[in-house]
């Protein structure tokens, strides 16, 4: 397989801070050197260990050899070296598109909105069922994925009338082949998928080309395409190989840029995928950045890519279309394999989506070695106004009667105007004639360090109807992993947020090589000394938490059915023993384990 890397603006944007096919231990020190030396219309070739597949790789000099990507083991070494799938950085003002582009993007594809009316499509979620783990348990089930419900409001809002958002793990029985909109074959199939259930994608993929002449135009995005978008294409010589056309690196801009761009070469009898091809072999997508693709005259069995390189991003997030149009497009959960005629009715949404996720900040000042966070952001900090954000939640409990929602942010707390700006317009706020404290429930994500240190925020934060804070802790002693948190701080900041009655959702990784027992009973000390003596409640076999908590005395407290708190252990296969707590949707402060 060849990679070859197109510039579009006469200076090369590569995606990865490092050659995408060296070993991991050799990406760190090629880094930097790879993003200033590569020229527009070079290949990336390489040979590591076998992990996935051995494509063949043409190299510059012209000969060919076996290239193997490289094994990525969850040794110390990814967490001193940032290798595995960071993004690489866009110097200054280059990270983001115009003031006003996406704006100006969106409105010109709405004047061919009758046109666009015509296209049926799915955006498609790929879930696998076999995944399914503590802490998510249950609440996965309450949420609609927030990436899958932004594609489909972004497309919506441009003009595609015909869209539905389809979630897999409410319709795991979903077929292509059934699938029918207003009668018509589906046209546009996007697939959103992390890695862990980036098999449900291929076999989506694989099911849409057995439709051969059918066959819609297949987009892939997501985390995995964004990470990692090369494995959507298969090593050659595989017998019946099967990818999508193209796959979206970016956000919904790019995505928008490449519709736009496709619209140009799509005529009155033709179709989407027919659109791409031609597009595709005159060259017009190599000026798109953020797009993965077949090269002209390149074939699935012997695949050359091309990879546009990194995307720009919309800075104001004002621009991006509301949450509450999306959960109008939600295909109704049911186990047939095709799609209901109409979407999920608006008053029975808030049954099934019980809990909305809001964009609200985009960013985090930290660098933790093992987060792409930073770089996928483009080390930058984006945030909506607080008139947008108060206006999106009132508008979506007032439409759907959803009164939980999640803010998906990378750290609430990064910065203070920010946060306090949004905090009081929401403080401000009523929904259904009362205010944001007495109709909804809030909770976001943060770090420890940034809370404590706006801990005087806390107040306000409770009257705009905050009632949990989710904080990547990690490691309590910053042995491992140093964000500046202290346990005499986290006690404090605990008994804050107690007096609050804001709930302290703590995440902890625990390594191989830490001492997994003591660092458990001293996370087991902290809630002692944060919350007020009530038994905990177990969604799992309490014998598997206690044991390792140093808690088998009191097993039989936290087997007893008590609303207030959650405990749960997992050991991964890299065991990695992961101990989280978080509330019940009662939004009650935790119980204490005795």
């Given at each position: 397989?060849?990679m ?8 090369t ?13 050799e ?14 219309g ?10 996935y ?8 000099s ?30 200054d ?39 399914r ?18 594609i ?11 869209t ?22 589906i ?13 449900r ?76 091809e ?27 890519l ?33 799609l ?12 099934h ?53 999640f ?30 404290r ?29 009632y ?7 490691d309590?002693?910053?042995t ?43 996370t ?71």
């Amino acid at each position: 397989m060849v990679m070859r890397l197109v510039a579009t603006d006469g200076r090369t944007a590569p995606r990865c801070r490092g050659n995408e096919t060296v070993r991991t231990q050799e990406r760190c020190s090629e880094a930097g050197s790879y993003a200033n030396s590569r020229q527009p219309g070079t290949e990336l070739t390489g040979a590591a260990e076998n992990r996935y597949h051995p494509p063949r790789v043409q190299s510059p000099s012209g000969k060919s050899r076996l290239y193997r990507e490289p094994r990525y083991t969850p040794d110390r070494r990814l967490f001193d070296q940032r290798a595995a799938v960071e993004l690489a950085v866009r110097k200054d003002s280059d990270r983001f598109v115009k003031q006003g582009a996406y704006g100006a993007l969106q409105a010109r594809l709405r004047r061919q909105s009758g046109k666009l009316a015509e296209i049926p499509t799915v955006v498609l979620s790929a879930f696998d069922r076999s995944t399914r783990l503590l802490p998510f348990l249950f609440y996965d089930t309450l949420m609609f994925p927030a990436g899958a419900g932004a594609i489909a409001n972004a497309l919506n809002q441009a003009g595609f009338a015909r869209t539905r958002a389809v979630f897999q793990l409410w319709n795991p029985n979903f077929k292509l082949s059934r699938a029918r909109f207003d009668g018509r074959a589906i046209e546009m199939l996007l697939i959103s998928s992390m890695h862990i259930n980036s098999q449900r994608a291929y076999d989506a993929i694989s099911e849409a080309w057995s439709l051969d002449a059918e066959r819609p135009l297949v987009i892939a995005g997501g985390p995995k395409a964004i990470y990692e978008p090369y494995h959507f294409w298969p090593e050659p010589g595989k017998r019946n190989p099967t990818a999508p056309d193209v796959a979206v690196t970016g956000e919904q801009y790019v995505l928008l840029e490449l519709l736009d761009t496709l619209l140009a070469y799509r005529d009155a009898r033709g179709t989407m995928r027919s659109a791409f091809e031609l597009a595709r072999s005159d060259g017009a997508l190599d000026t798109i950045p953020g797009l993965v693709y077949l090269a002209p005259g390149a074939s699935v069995r012997e695949p050359v890519l091309i990879d546009t390189g990194l995307q720009r991003l919309v800075r104001d997030l004002d621009e991006l279309p509301g949450e509450e149009t999306a959960l109008g497009l939600l295909e109704p959960p049911h186990r047939g394999p095709g799609l209901s005629t109409q979407p999920l009715d608006a008053a029975r949404v808030g049954r099934h989506a019980k809990i909305a996720s809001l964009l609200v900040t985009q960013g985090c000042k930290f660098n933790c070695s093992y987060c792409p966070i930073p770089a996928v952001n483009q080390k930058s900090w984006r945030y909506r106004s607080p008139e947008s954000v108060a206006r999106t939640i009132a508008s979506i409990y007032d439409r759907f009667h959803i009164k939980y929602f999640f803010g998906a942010d990378d750290n609430f707390f990064n910065r203070r105007e920010t946060a306090e700006a949004l905090l009081s317009a929401m403080a401000r706020s009523t929904a259904g004639r009362r205010p944001f404290r007495e109709r909804i429930r809030f909770a976001t994500e943060a770090t420890q360090f940034d809370t404590y240190r706006n801990r005087d925020l806390l107040p306000l934060a409770r009257d705009a109807g905050v009632y949990a804070l989710w904080f990547g802790i990690e490691d309590l002693t910053a042995t491992l992993i140093n964000k500046g948190q202290k346990p005499t701080q986290t006690v404090e900041l605990f008994r804050l947020m107690r007096d609050q009655k804001i709930s302290p959702m703590a995440m902890m990784m625990f390594m191989r090589g830490s001492r997994i027992t003591r660092r458990a009973r001293f996370t087991a000390y902290i809630t002692r000394s944060s919350f007020s003596a009530k038994p905990v409640r177990s969604v799992c076999n309490a014998r598997y938490i206690a044991r390792p908590l140093g808690l088998a005395n009191r097993r039989p407290h936290l087997q007893k059915a008590v609303s207030s708190t959650v405990w749960a252990a997992t050991l991964s296969r890299t065991r990695t023993l992961t101990v989280t707590m978080w509330s019940s949707l009662s939004g009650k402060p935790h119980g204490n384990v005795r």
